[in-house]
C-alpha cells in the first residue's frame, strides 16, 4: 500500500499531505455529487486512514452541506492532526451583504463555517474569487483579524490574475496584515495557463499551490475517446469539461494513455505524478467519488516521470493565460 507523504505549504512551516481531498463532491443537488452522506463520510474516513491530513472544502458547496459532512467525519479525531481548508466569497443569501469580500461577510461567514466544521479554528481561510467591489484592504483587514483572534491559522487565495494576487500581497507587506501563504489555482496537464499567469508569482514569493481540478473534470483519465460523444461524467454536464474536447488537448491526453500503458499505471496516475513532479505544486486537489478512485489517486505517489516523459506529456501545447481562458 502507498505510504502518504507530507511537505510543508509554500514557505510556511505546516505539514500537509500531497494530496488534498477536496470535498466539493460530498453533497447533494447535483448529478454529478455523491448525493449520499454515509459513502461521503466512509470516504472521508477512507482517506484519513490512509493519511491525508488536508482537507478543502467551501461555504458555497451544496449551500454548507460539504462543511457540515466534513465535520461529522473529523468529529471525534485529533484536531491537531488534520488541515481543514474552507472558503468565502460566493453567494450564501439572495440578501444585501450575502456574498463578496466584505468585513461583515467574511466575518459572518467564518462563524457560520466554524459551527458547520464543529471546531474552532479554521487552518487555511480562502478568499474563493477576487472581488471588484470590495476594496482589498477592506478584505485583509477582515482575514488578518480572524488571525489574531485565533479563528483562523492561514489564510490563501484562488483563481485570480498574477496583478490582483501581487497587489493583495504589496498591500498585506505593507499595511502589517496577514500574507496569503497559499493560492488553489486551476491547474492540469490541459490547463496549463497559470504558468503564464499566477504560478511565477507564487513561485517567486514562496507561496503554496494546491491545484483544483488536476484530471481536468474526468478528460485525463482516459474516460473520453475522441470520436465517441461523451455519455457519462462532467462532461454530459458540464461546458467547461466539453470545452477541452480540441486537438491539442486529444494530443496531450494520447502521451498519457501512452506512457500510462508503458509504466503499467493508469491515465489519471501518470496525471497526477505530472503535478507531483512541479517544484511549485504542493499538494493536488482530488476528488474522487469512490474508494476505488481515492486507492488509485493515492498510488499517483509511486509514480516516477523521467525528464524525457515530462518533455512528451507538455509538448503538445504552449500555456496562454488571459480572462476568459482562466473563466474569470
Not at 497559499?182 to 499566477?198: A, I, S
Not at 517567486?204 to 461523451?230: C, H, M, N, Q
Request: proline letters at 4%; a negative charge; aromatic letters at 8%.
Amino acid at each position: 500500500m502507498t505510504e502518504m507523504e507530507y511537505t510543508k505549504l509554500g514557505d510556511t512551516g505546516l505539514e500537509v499531505s500531497r494530496l488534498c481531498l477536496g470535498c466539493m463532491n460530498f453533497g447533494s443537488g447535483q448529478p454529478w455529487m455523491m448525493n449520499d452522506e454515509e459513502a461521503s463520510l466512509e470516504l472521508l474516513d477512507d482517506a484519513l486512514e490512509m493519511g491525508v491530513n488536508f482537507l478543502d472544502t467551501a461555504n458555497v458547496y451544496s449551500r454548507g452541506e460539504s462543511e457540515e459532512i466534513v465535520g461529522k467525519a473529523i468529529e471525534g479525531r485529533n484536531r491537531d492532526e488534520l488541515v481543514i481548508a474552507t472558503k468565502v466569497y460566493g453567494k450564501m443569501g439572495g440578501y444585501p451583504n450575502g456574498q463578496g469580500l466584505s468585513r461583515k461577510h467574511i466575518l459572518d461567514q467564518a462563524e457560520a463555517s466554524l459551527d458547520r466544521l464543529g471546531t474552532d479554528y479554521i487552518d487555511l481561510y480562502q478568499i474563493h474569487r477576487w472581488d471588484d467591489e470590495t476594496p482589498i484592504e477592506e478584505t485583509l483587514s477582515a482575514l488578518d483579524y480572524l488571525v489574531e483572534t485565533g479563528k483562523v491559522r492561514y489564510i490563501g487565495a484562488s483563481s485570480m490574475a498574477a496583478w490582483q494576487f501581487s497587489k493583495a500581497l504589496y498591500e498585506s507587506d505593507l499595511q502589517g496584515y496577514e500574507r496569503f501563504t497559499c493560492m488553489q489555482p486551476e491547474y492540469n496537464l490541459v490547463d496549463r495557463h497559470e504558468e503564464e499567469n499566477v504560478l511565477p508569482v507564487c513561485e517567486s514569493e514562496g507561496i503554496g499551490v494546491i491545484p483544483w481540478s488536476p484530471l481536468a473534470g474526468g478528460f485525463l483519465t482516459g474516460k473520453y475517446d475522441r470520436d465517441e460523444e461523451p455519455t457519462e461524467g462532467r462532461a454530459t454536464e458540464d461546458d467547461h469539461t466539453e470545452a477541452r474536447f480540441t486537438d491539442e488537448n486529444w494530443a496531450v491526453v494520447g502521451e498519457v494513455r501512452a506512457i500510462a500503458e508503458e509504466k503499467g499505471v493508469t491515465p489519471a496516475q501518470v496525471s497526477l505524478a505530472w503535478l507531483l513532479h512541479k517544484p511549485v505544486v504542493d499538494s493536488p486537489i482530488i476528488g474522487p467519488r469512490t474508494i476505488d478512485h481515492l486507492e488509485e489517486n493515492v498510488a499517483s505517489l509511486d509514480v516516477a516521470l523521467s525528464d524525457e516523459e515530462l518533455e512528451r506529456l507538455e509538448s503538445p501545447k504552449s500555456p496562454v493565460w488571459s480572462r476568459e481562458i482562466a473563466g474569470l
